[in-house]
């Protein structure tokens, strides 16, 4: 652990307010833009539906004032903007479909907005201190690893598109997968962080790396069969890839030693080696990734090859929000958003966006790194990766870079699970910072320190 | 509407997305001019031209020169060990050093105690006080015993630490 002491402690709120109302003046601008090119007039309830996005805004600002003025003055512009940019597309898409104001996915999509941004502000309010989380480290292991294999329960788990990872409770339906990622960060955080000095004991040295001991390589083991079978049983290889990259990840950021990446990757290839030659859905995907415009590919699913000729035809500029045609696509305002923002925003939109998601991980990390305590840098660096590697997956899955998989891009995509998990990650990231950021209380003066003898204290 | 407003809003959107970004870039200038590195004075390399005894006593010189102007000390810099470069202000109240995640300098050295050693303030100047430390703390080579008045310069060993109090 370091001690990094800035030169003077700012609060930020200031600047978190400007920027705030400048992501939601974009907002408005590229809402605006959409009715123009498409309806031809501004919409008549423009004040109405910019204001709710405002004032969920404002609100979550006033409440950092109120409970965590010293958080980071950059994670909630970044988030809102992003919320806002998705609300944007997911009405345009609406428009493209014809979709009236009672089967909008834009308006529950505000809703639901709304609805993540209340339950982040309780988690916000209720919980003072990070470390409190620590308490529960094994119900919130428990928790995580009951929701991740919730879909396959008989009853409540659903097949969306080949993919089991969704439940349905009467009208509702859930992805669990996004909240476990939460419970499950928590969980690695607070146990590694009493076990990574066994962890990180060594053991022999092979090829210049220095493996760990083999006793110690249960856990990994654990969550790899874990993430398999979340692979193979809700053939979800998205959910799968994230969980173990975040356990395998926070390991690393725990022991500091290379060899467990070099440990995850391996087993996570030959885990997803033998899914391919074991499972026909794997074997689809695959081929979807390699050969996306072969005759075979093409007659088990276009979905990929036309979000990327959607890419393609947006270009460097892009159509221009409301001239494109990304509603040709399917899911293109959930899992393909990103190739309906290629298409209207060009390459320069869309590397404005990932540039919002990589500023919003450094601010992670750089929380992780100001944070004093063992626990909350493992949290926030976990979270923001989790973030970091969720967009890898999604963008990369669009892109072809690596097989597509079903999981949302955070705050942009559609979908509540996805908001709901987001925000509750934002509101954990911003009290880590508050703790982070905020100048040490006065030590005091303990006329007995000098007297003390230093103890060894044992913990467990 | 006209074709030319919609154009203009359009790339006014990728303008505006972008002078965002930027602006948030710029907010983030803190996070690396915001702190002070501060180079080891060791890792200067000594001059050449000048024997042993000359430099020392050109170093004795500085010292004094540096103790003549009597300002205080205002920062904390770690000049070896696994965290040199660092730098933190100097708190009237007191700034404990020490491995346990509480105090303000946290070690990662297996030689330090959790609060192994405060520098806090009184009427004339900072005062160095080892906290019970296992170890023990070494000013200019000497283990303290007793809470003793630390100067700029004076160089405070904490297990494989060395920190030393700047202006």
């Known amino acids: ?460 | 509407m006209s074709e030319l407003t919609i154009t203009l809003m359009r790339f006014g959107l990728l303008a505006l997305l972008w002078v965002f970004v930027f602006s948030v870039a710029g907010v983030l200038r803190g996070d690396i001019y915001g702190i002070r590195v501060v180079r080891r004075r060791s890792t200067v390399p000594a001059q050449p031209g000048l024997s042993r005894s000359e430099q020392r006593a050109r170093e004795k010189a500085e010292k004094a020169a540096r103790k003549a102007q009597s300002r205080l000390a205002t920062h904390l810099v770690v000049t070896d060990g696994p965290l040199a470069g660092t730098s933190l202000p100097l708190r009237d109240a007191g700034t404990i050093i020490g491995r346990n995640p509480e105090a303000s300098l946290v070690l990662d050295d297996d030689y330090a105690s959790g609060r192994h050693a405060r520098i806090h303030r009184d009427e004339v100047g900072w005062i160095a006080e080892d906290l019970g430390s296992t170890n023990g703390t070494y000013l200019d080579g000497e283990r303290l015993t007793t809470p003793t008045r630390v100067d700029v310069g004076s160089q405070l060993r904490i297990g494989r630490t060395v920190v030393e109090l700047r202006r």
């Not at chain 1, 100001?370 to 626990?375: A, N, P, S, V």
Request: some cysteine; charged content about 15%.
């Open chain 1, 1 to 460: 652990m370091t001690a990094v002491a800035p030169a003077r402690v700012r609060k930020g709120r200031g600047i978190e307010l400007v920027l705030l109302l400048f992501a939601v003046g974009i907002v408005t601008l590229a809402y605006c833009n959409v009715e123009l090119a498409v309806n031809d007039a501004l919409p008549p309830n423009l004040l109405v539906q910019v204001g709710w996005l405002l004032g969920v805004a404002l609100a979550f600002h006033l409440v950092l004032r109120w409970r965590a003025s010293y958080a980071d003055p950059i994670l909630l512009p970044l988030a809102t903007l992003l919320n806002g940019l998705g609300l944007v597309m997911i009405h345009r898409l609406d428009l493209a479909h014809g979709r009236d104001l009672g089967s909008s996915l834009a308006l529950r999509q505000l809703i639901w907005t709304a609805v993540s941004v209340v339950v982040a502000l309780v988690v916000l309010v209720v919980l003072r201190d990070h470390r409190v989380l620590r308490r529960y480290t094994w119900t919130f292991g428990l928790g995580g690893f009951v929701l991740l294999l919730l879909p396959l329960a008989p009853g409540i788990g659903r097949a969306v598109n080949g993919s089991r990872i969704w439940i349905g409770l009467g009208p509702f339906t859930f992805q669990p997968g996004e909240i476990a990622k939460i419970t499950l960060a928590i969980f690695f955080a607070a146990y590694l962080v009493t076990t990574r000095d066994a962890l990180s004991v060594a053991g022999r040295k092979v090829l210049g790396l220095t493996l760990p001991r083999g006793r110690d390589l249960g856990p990994i083991v654990v969550v790899w069969l874990l993430s398999v079978g979340v692979l193979v049983f809700e053939s979800d290889l998205g959910t799968s890839l994230l969980f173990f990259g975040i356990f395998v990840a926070m390991l690393y950021l725990a022991t500091e030693r290379i060899s467990w990446i070099v440990i995850g990757l391996l087993l996570f290839c030959v885990g997803a080696y033998v899914a391919y030659l074991m499972f026909g859905h794997v074997q689809t995907r695959v081929l979807l990734w390699l050969h996306t415009f072969s005759p075979e590919a093409l007659k088990a699913s276009d979905q990929l090859a036309k979000g990327i000729m959607g890419m393609a035809s947006g270009g460097m500029f892009g159509t221009g929000l409301g001239n494109g045609r990304p509603d040709i696509t399917y899911f293109a305002e959930s899992d393909f958003i990103f190739s309906s923002f290629g298409e209207e925003l060009g390459l320069i939109g869309v590397f404005a966006i990932l540039m919002l998601y990589v500023l919003f991980v450094e601010r992670g990390l750089r929380t992780a790194l100001g944070t004093r305590d063992g626990f909350g840098k493992l949290l926030a660096a976990g979270l923001s990766f989790s973030v970091a590697l969720q967009c890898f997956v999604v963008v990369g899955g669009v892109t072809r870079v690596i097989p597509l998989t079903g999981l949302t891009l955070p705050f942009l995509s559609y979908g509540g699970s996805s908001l709901l998990a987001n925000w509750t990650l934002v509101a954990l990231l911003l009290r880590i910072s508050d703790q982070a950021r905020r100048p040490e209380p006065d030590p005091g003066v303990r006329p007995s320190s000098s007297s003390e003898e230093t103890q060894v204290v044992k913990l467990r």
